[in-house]
């Protein structure tokens, strides 16, 4: 592991959040948040009002900018999002998960913990010098982006969703492209069949 575990669940859920608001708008109303924030296991006080929705939505492109800046501006990002949300880190043991960072109250507004959970585990990836790491999907039609954890920094798509259908379609192509005699010797990487066409 690269970084501690809550350091990537919350790297995950920052790219996941950004992504919301890539392509189709991905929290359209507050039941989506509520989903959004039940997958990614955030804990604390909701409002679940319009304003939590809105603030929420107001993060996300502010978060984006970290897939975009130098070293040096994200480092002023990050400051600037701990700073804002008055960021005070404390250890605490909740809900089945053992020591971890807290750095707001459980009663602060969820954008705010947002945006502090990102800013913590960014100074993880500035400070060991990973930022690197930050990537777009290389789906051609594909906006999302993504962290890749992997040890070889090998991760290329968003999601499953995105590799497979890239990998069926590169498939696809080789197997149009040899001459029809040709017996396909492994199938499509990821659908496990070969196709009939
Ligand atoms: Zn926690
Ligand atoms: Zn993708």
Request: charged share 30%.
């Amino acid at each position: 592991m690269l970084f501690a575990h809550d350091t990537e669940v919350s790297l995950a859920a920052t790219a996941a959040l950004v992504n919301t608001g890539r392509g189709t708008e991905g929290l359209p109303d507050e039941a989506a948040l509520d989903r959004f924030v039940t997958e990614w296991r955030w804990t604390g006080e909701r409002t679940r009002d319009r304003a939590e929705l809105d603030a929420v939505r107001r993060l996300r492109p502010r978060l984006a900018r970290l897939w975009e800046l130098s070293e040096d501006d994200a480092a002023t990002l990050v400051n600037a999002l701990l700073r804002e949300a008055g960021a005070l880190p404390q250890l605490v043991k909740h809900d089945g998960w053992d020591y971890h960072l807290h750095a707001t109250s459980a009663d602060a507004p969820l954008a705010d913990r947002m945006a502090v959970d990102a800013g913590m585990a960014f100074t993880d990836v500035i400070r060991t010098g990973q930022l690197d790491r930050l990537r777009r999907c290389a789906a051609d039609d594909c906006d999302n982006v993504h962290v890749d954890l992997s040890k070889n920094r090998s991760r290329r798509f968003c999601g499953t969703a995105c590799a497979n259908r890239i990998n069926v379609a590169a498939y696809r192509t080789r197997q149009a492209a040899r001459p029809t005699a040709a017996r396909p010797t492994a199938g499509p990487p990821t659908a496990g069949r070969t196709p009939s066409g």
